[in-house]
């Protein structure tokens, strides 16, 4: 039996086990205050006597001062309704976010006062700036590169532009095969999971380092455990260099794919969802379950910064291109004579874009009578 027919079966055997939560201990929490344009703020502190049971939480890269934000990071007790207080000068602060949303707090004098909800789990994510666009099975997360805030592996040095603007093309060209080949449908018809589409993160919001720079494609399974995750790496050019994929939640050990090697993806009952195959030359073929495949090859140049070519079976080749304008918070995306504009808080990445139609008029909706329904 060979390797790949062993774990397929070794994933889709994998038990379920759920854990119980305890009721006592305490949760991690990350508050990302929002300067407004321009402001020039003095240090904000979390002052302890307004929780003396929270305290700042010391671990690398929780926490980060910048022109655009202040985030802080603490340890607060678990499921308790509590206010917690910082110095600081409040008319600089547009905002305080706790995860995806905005806190609701108010000014006492020189304080800011938060109040936070009760929290059963962490909530670190506060940090990250990427935008969210969602389609039937398939999630993609665009991350926004911004030198105003690098951190971690690229707090200093060349900033990685070039992979940056290499990882859009491919996360919006990875998009398209998704839809060519109807990998997102199948997904979820089959109760697969979810495709999610990534790059990469500059700015290492809660300690997510995020490096070499690289891309994802990866089907989140029900539960995350077995969850095959490729890192596919960029070379200073633009071009993929090699993947290393981990599987979540089972110890297996990590295992690269060079270019020419093919890695497949095992959906949870079993079956190839989709496969990756890094070119000889960089170039990324994607292939369904039933041999299908698009090639995704650079528009011009010796990388993919500049622009894609994504070949599909269907004979019809489409270039795309992607340009991010952080400071309007702006998105193109141009795919063939098709051009996407998704419009972005700069702040928070947050889509402001219409993500769905509104409802059609009661007159021209369609009647359910469920006549006949059992004829």
């Known amino acids: 039996m060979n390797c790949r027919i062993a774990a397929a079966i070794a994933l889709a055997c994998l038990p379920v086990v759920a854990s119980a939560a305890s009721a006592e201990g305490d949760v991690r929490v990350v508050l990302k205050f929002v300067k407004r344009d321009g402001a020039r703020t003095p240090p904000i502190r979390f002052d302890p006597a307004s929780c003396p049971a929270c305290r700042v939480l010391d671990e690398p890269l929780f926490a980060a001062d910048n022109p655009r934000e202040t985030v802080i990071a603490l340890r607060v007790p678990r499921m308790r309704t509590i206010e917690l207080a910082f110095d600081g000068q409040p008319g600089a602060i547009s905002q305080v976010r706790l995860e995806a949303g905005d806190l609701a707090v108010r000014h006492d004098g020189g304080r800011i006062v938060v109040p936070l909800p009760p929290l059963a789990h962490d909530a670190i994510t506060a940090a990250e700036v990427a935008t969210h666009i969602v389609e039937p099975g398939m999630v993609l997360r665009f991350e926004h590169a911004d030198p105003v805030r690098r951190a971690g592996a690229y707090a200093t040095g060349a900033f990685p532009d070039r992979e940056r603007r290499a990882a859009d093309v491919l996360e919006f060209a990875q998009r398209e095969v998704v839809r060519t080949l109807g990998l997102g449908e199948e997904a979820l018809r089959r109760g697969w999971g979810t495709i999610q589409v990534m790059g990469f993160d500059t700015n290492a919001p809660h300690g997510h380092v995020d490096a070499p720079p690289h891309i994802h494609m990866h089907l989140r399974w029900p539960g995350d455990t077995g969850t095959q995750i490729g890192h596919y790496y960029l070379d200073p050019a633009g071009l993929l260099s090699y993947n290393a994929v981990g599987v979540k939640g089972l110890g297996m050990p990590d295992r690269r794919f060079g270019r020419g090697e093919t890695f497949a993806t095992i959906a949870p009952d079993g079956s190839t969802a989709y496969s990756h195959r890094i070119t000889d030359h960089g170039w990324l073929e994607i292939a369904a379950g039933d041999g299908r495949a698009c090639t995704i090859r650079p528009a011009s140049g010796t990388g993919f910064a500049d622009g894609a070519i994504v070949a599909c079976p269907n004979n019809r080749e ?58």
Request: charged fraction near 15%.
């Open 318 to 375: 489409q270039r795309i291109t992607v340009r991010d304008d952080l400071n309007a918070g702006i998105l193109t995306v141009t795919t063939g004579a098709i051009v996407e504009t998704f419009r972005y808080a700069p702040a928070t990445g947050l889509l402001l874009s219409p993500t769905a139609a509104p409802s059609s008029a009661p007159s021209v909706a369609q009647p359910h009578t469920g006549i006949g329904a059992d004829r």
